[in-house]
Structure formats: C-alpha cells, structure tokens
C-alpha cells in the first residue's frame, strides 16, 4: 500500500541571481514523505537545505521539476487550501506582539475561520488537543514574549498542529535551544509522527539526534546530491562521512561520532574496569593519547610493555590515578591533575627522544 503523501519529480532546486540567471542548487530529487514517518534533512551550511524545504512548501518555486500534495501539483493549490493540508515552523522568531500562547496557537485555525475569524467549539477543542500534545497546557495563558526558547517553540509547533495538516515542514526548529531542550523537542516531533500519522520533515544541525530518532535521512551534499535513506544506510554507505568530512574532522564509522584530529602524544597503558575507566579513556584519547588495556590480572606483564601506565582505583569514596613512569609511581585524585601531569610527561619524554636522536 503507497502511503506516500508529499512527492517530487525530477525537482531542480535554486533561485536567480539576476533577470537572466539561475543558480541551480541540487537537481534531478525524486523523493517522498510517508505518513507517520520522522525525516531529518541534514547537511552542511550552504548546502540548500532552506532552499529545499521552501520549495516543497510553496513558497519558492522550483526551477524544474514538481512537487506533489496527494498528488496535485502543491503550487496549484490555492493558499487556504494548502494551509489546511501542510504547516510551516520556521527559524526566525515572529514578533506576535501581546498575543497569549492559547491565541497564537488559535491562528493555526485561520484556514477553516469565517471572515471574521470566529471559532467553533471543534475548532476550540482542536486548540486545546495541540496545546496538550506538546506538553504546554500550562504556558496556555503565558504572553508569548515572556517565554523561553524552547517553550516558544513548544507553542509555535502547537500551532501549526492546529492546522490538522498531514504534512508539517520544519527548518532547524532546534537551532536556539540546550541540549535536553533539543531531546525533548526532538523526541516530541518523534511521538507525533507516530499518534497523528502526519509526515514530519525538519532540517538540523544535531547530526547525533537525527541517527538516533529519524525513520529516515534526506542528507544534502554541497555538490548538490541528495542521499536518501535510513540513517545507518547512509552511514554505512560512506554517505554521511563523505558529506561532511573536512579538514581536521573524521566520522567514525563505528562509534557514530565525528573526531578532531588531535596530535599524537603517546602511547598509554590503562589498567581497570569500571566507568571510571571509560571516562578515562575518553580522557585520555580527548588530548592526544593512545590507549592500550588490560584488567588488573595482567598488570605486571602489561605495564612493563610501555613507559608510563595509569591505574584506575575506584571504590564507593572516591577515585584515584596511579601513574607509574619508569618505576616511579604517582597519584592523583581527579581526571583534569593527571591529563596535566601527563601532558607534563609526554614533554619530557619528548626532549629525551630528541637529545638521544641526537
């Protein structure tokens, strides 16, 4: 069963640059939205992700191609009609003045409204089901101004909920927000796709939430190539590491994060178990080091392989560094000391290497 709501066909994305001049940004998309379906458009900046997402939704005409709405042409559409059918939540903060959070969130009903805007009890009971929904019953009677950025951006996809659409666009509806703001908006977008059955496509930065939450990735290259997939598709096709790979910075394949090439120091030996020994080693391989490690067993056999090696002693007190570097031992009680002594012995080992070079 084809469940496809929103569609393009050979879509050529771009704008003019003059009269006679176009710049075509990415050409040839032949995509869709499925009902109840998470989609994450992701890409580097200036690659056209703005571009694209006001393209499918009527406000910039394509330069070749179409876009589809149930399968009508979307710039066909009259504008009543296709507000009734798809909602738009954009970056930039709309000054709405005095308005409360219930009355902007009432504007997302402005396409079933007589002339003078009147609602009707389904129309009120619909507010209130999209206040609900995104968690803000109470920031209702808050004036829109005196909310936080992730509240004001609870009630701005309020209301665009209250068009009832079927598909909901979003460009960076994360942009301004801290980190567990950008979870919860996130995983809310998740749980709507899911309750309401609508497509939800929305642009972001926040390329670890998008593997962890999208059903689906639309990843835009600058060369103009979009790659569609699940997330670990793109991942395992070397689309998502060739897309944003630049210099000094590497997508790890296995570990699903991005890398800063930091240059090397040395070679550490790590002896423990435990997550303090996780926290170490991310420590650790955060300045430059590189880790080897062993459990306690192999303490003595292991240590004499290399010059310096740490010990994690953990217990329900507290926890210890034991470093030991050519049979002299140390001890420090938080990661920030021994990443600083460290430091200090790999310089030194350093001159030594260089005076016996020479």
Known sequence: MNNSILTTHNLTIGYKTSRKTVRSIASDISVSLLAGELVCLLG??????????????????PIAGEVQLLGENIYHLQPQELAKRLSLVLTEKVDVGMLSAYSLVTLGRYPYT????????????????AIKSVGAVHLAQCQVSELSDGERQKIMIARALAQSPIVMLLDEPTAFLDLPRRVEIMQLLRQLARETNQAILLSTHDLDLALRLADKVWLLSTNGILHVGAPEDLVLSGAFADTFCSEG????????????????????????????????????????????????????????QTQIS????????????????????????????????????????????????E
């Open 44 to 61: 580097p900046n200036g690659a056209g992700k703005s571009t694209l997402l006001r393209s499918l939704a009527g406000m910039q005409p």
């Open 310 to 357: 740490v010990e994690v002693i953990s217990n329900y007190e507290q926890v210890l560094w034991r470093i030991t570097n050519s049979k002299t031992v140390y001890t420090h009680h938080s990661l920030y000391e021994m990443i600083k002594f460290l430091d200090y012995l790999s310089k030194q080992n350093s001159g030594v290497k260089s005076q016996n070079l």
């Open 114 to 129: 007589d002339w003078w805007g009147n609602l009707t009890n389904d129309d009120e009971a619909i507010v209130h089901w």
């Open 249 to 304: 910075v590497k997508f790890d394949i296995a570990s699903g994060e991005f890398h800063i090439h930091i240059p090397h120091k040395g070679e550490i030996h790590l002896i423990g178990e435990g997550i303090a020994v996780t926290w170490t080693i991310r420590a650790l391989e955060r300045v430059g080091f590189l880790v080897t490690q062993s459990a306690r067993s192999s303490t003595l056999e292991d240590a004499t």
